[in-house]
């Protein structure tokens, strides 16, 4: 394996994996200190790879959520081919692989999941006790670094002005981000949030509610159940 190999990574979809996929970005740094690491993901994604520095650019992700669009993927594929030397399938789709499979890249990495026999060249194990532990699972794909949590880079300028915009400062007070993709059944009920919102706020913090317009309606309810919290949800984004 080369020393400064170019490596793609095909990321999750949802907001919090790609925070925890830094989990092996890090890691893969750590192994392959001039690696080029590319990171194929949806186009919200960019403001958020952005403050990875371990990532070289970020690929917009061609296909809609859901979709096979066979075609779509031989296509992109082709388009990448000869570019890299290793590639990291994230999600645990059989459709996840094909790009970096059309792609022909020699080493593509990823857990077995929907039982992706000659589209992956390296399976790795996915022991029961990390299954729920995305973070731990994104790490294991890397076979070798150390565990180290996210932490993005942060523009200080940029802080600044959202904190004044929102009238928060950056010591004093606590982010909840209350929502879910798929409702509530993939969420903590919102007196549990409000609660812990009351008790943070008891301690002298103030609490921020984040989220994007479709989680305006949740934030709200938090707000009404724990007077004082400031809902955000929709007004912010990563710039």
């Known amino acids: 394996m080369a020393e400064s190999p170019a490596i793609l990574v095909i990321g999750p979809r949802w907001v919090g994996d790609m925070v925890m996929a830094q989990c092996l970005f890090s890691a893969l740094k750590e192994q392959y200190p001039n690696a080029a690491i590319d990171v194929l993901a949806p186009a919200w994604a960019a403001p958020l790879v952005k403050r990875m520095p371990e990532i070289r650019q970020q690929i917009d992700f061609p296909m809609k959520p859901g979709a096979l669009e066979f075609r779509i993927r031989r296509r992109f594929g082709r388009l990448l081919r000869g570019r890299y030397d290793m590639a990291y399938i994230l999600p645990g789709s059989w459709k996840s692989a094909?790009?970096?499979?059309?792609?022909?890249?020699?080493?593509?990495?990823?857990?077995?999941?929907?039982?992706?026999?000659?589209?992956?060249?390296?399976?790795?194990?996915?022991?029961?006790?990390?299954?729920?532990r995305t973070a731990?699972?994104?790490?294991?794909?890397?076979?070798?670094?150390?565990?180290?949590?996210?932490?993005?880079?942060?523009?200080?300028?940029?802080?600044?002005?959202?904190?004044d915009r929102?009238?928060?400062?950056?010591?004093?007070?606590?982010?909840?981000?209350?929502?879910?993709?798929?409702?509530?059944?993939?969420?903590?009920?919102?007196?549990?949030?409000?609660?812990?919102?009351?008790?943070m706020m008891a301690r002298g913090l103030k609490v921020a509610l984040l989220g994007s317009r479709n989680d305006a309606e949740v934030t709200a309810e938090i707000a009404a159940l724990a007077p004082g919290a400031v809902d955000l949800a929709g007004k912010t984004r990563l710039e």
């Open 98 to 132: 094909l790009i970096p499979f059309f792609a022909r890249i020699p080493r593509r990495v990823g857990n077995l999941r929907e039982m992706r026999y000659g589209l992956l060249t390296d399976i790795v194990p996915l022991p029961d006790a990390v299954k729920r």
């Open 166 to 199: 929102s009238g928060l400062s950056a010591k004093n007070f606590v982010a909840l981000m209350p929502g879910a993709e798929f409702g509530p059944a993939k969420r903590w009920p919102s007196e549990s949030y409000a609660d812990l919102a009351r008790a």
């Open 136 to 163: 731990r699972a994104y790490f294991g794909l890397a076979r070798g670094g150390t565990f180290q949590a996210p932490k993005l880079t942060i523009d200080a300028v940029s802080q600044a002005a959202l904190l």
